[in-house]
């Protein structure tokens, strides 16, 4: 009993070595199996598994250039920690998403920096308001590749999609700490370039090296001030708005409170100045509507949005941006929360929406799609007061 026992327990470990070899073998030939395996894989793990051997880097490669949409990461609430609770969801976020960021567009509330409703901000009531913004720089050049571009905007209200699967309804925040992060990967057809401009930097040669004049592919511009009732600042945003009102392109934005520094050695401090992206290829598809002081009904409200439905853009790989003034919100709705966010999930289950309450708004209703463009307005009409502007853009 105890040969026959041997026998059967050295049969075992070779039939356990058997396809353990057999495994291995697989593993480090069968190119089908090593990249459907590596699909499973978030990329931060992937880069590490693409150093496995030249199989796995060509397998990872592959993987990699079919991670081509849009992701993201929100958080709301009190953070428990000495920074703004988007930094923690960030932190951990960012190890388990399915691509490599190129391109990231971060907005935060306000109150974290001027207020003390977040728990950060206890223990660092004495700090300067700009050591802060540049201790959030620091921290999000960490997080994120020192390749990324990094546009990130401080805004007195935050609209934001749940980034857990469970729970993806769009939700409205006028006050409490509240942000997301929108990550962009390198896609095919698509080219996401940021810009920033102050009165000393906006000339014809600065417009065109950031694709906003003499670029044929533009399709989408979203554009953000800051320090806008500043004495010549109104003037300065026309220098811009006046040759993009006249072009065939999606514009959408407003008034911000700030922005985190971005190339400011060109800017004295406090000046006004203008920042945002611009989304230029074949592949892009936008619209936007206007929905102006007089909608001020959910049933209104739901009449205009379905004017961005009958544009027909093709919602997968698509993202909604809500940007309203402060003044509407739940104030605007009889004290009704989240009503323009709750329709355009009625509207667009599937599509994210983020964007702000800030202090004006720019845009217009427009469609820019395929070989055509569709505009109810010219450069004089694209600011405006009391407003909210909705608009929808498609990355193919």
């Known amino acids: 009993m105890k040969r026959f026992k041997g026998k059967m327990e050295d049969g075992g470990a070779s039939s356990s070595g058997a396809v353990e070899s057999k495994a291995g073998f697989v593993l480090g030939n069968v190119a089908e199996v090593v990249e459907r395996i590596l699909t499973f894989v978030p990329n931060k793990s992937l880069f590490r598994l693409a150093s496995v051997c030249r199989l796995w880097r060509n397998c990872a490669r592959r993987v990699l250039r079919t991670r081509q949409n849009l992701s993201w990461l929100s958080a709301s609430g009190s953070s428990l920690y000495e920074e703004h609770v988007l930094f923690r969801t960030m932190e951990e976020g960012l190890e388990s998403v399915f691509l490599l960021p190129q391109t ?120 953000f001030g800051y320090e806008a009732y500043k004495t010549g600042a109104a003037r300065f945003l026309n220098q811009l708005l006046e040759p993009l009102g006249r072009s065939n392109v999606l514009i959408a934005g407003g008034h911000v409170e700030s922005v985190l520094p971005h190339k400011r050695d060109c800017c004295s401090p406090g000046s006004f100045g203008v920042t945002g992206l611009t989304l230029s290829g074949p592949r892009i598809q936008g619209a936007s509507v206007l929905m102006d002081q007089a909608v001020n009904t959910p049933a209104s409200a739901e009449v205009t949005m379905r004017r961005l439905k009958a544009a027909n853009i093709p919602e997968s790989n698509t993202v909604g941006f809500m940007f309203a003034c402060v003044a509407r919100g739940h104030n605007h709705y009889s004290d009704q929360p989240n009503v323009e966010a709750d329709i355009f999930h009625k509207l667009f289950p599937r599509v994210p929406l983020f964007g702000f309450f800030g202090n004006g708004e720019i845009g217009c209703d427009r469609i820019v799609k395929e070989n055509y463009t569709l505009s109810q307005t010219d450069a004089n009409g694209l600011q405006h007061g009391y407003t909210t502007v909705m608009s929808l853009v498609h990355l193919g």
């Open 104 to 223: 990231v567009l971060l907005m935060m509330d306000n109150e974290s920096f001027t207020g003390h409703h977040g728990a950060f901000r206890h223990k660092k009531a004495k700090r300067c308001q700009s050591a802060d913004k540049l201790d959030v720089v620091d921290r999000l050049r960490r997080l994120l590749p020192s390749s990324c571009d990094l546009l990130c905007v401080i805004t007195p209200g935050i609209v934001l999609t749940p980034s857990e699967p469970a729970g993806q309804v769009p939700k409205e925040f006028m006050e409490g700490e509240a942000g997301f992060s929108l990550l962009f990967p390198a896609m095919e057809g698509v080219h996401i370039r940021p810009f920033h401009f102050c009165k000393n930097s906006l000339s014809d040669t600065t417009l065109e090296k950031a694709g906003l004049a003499a670029n044929p592919d533009l399709k989408v511009v979203l554009l």
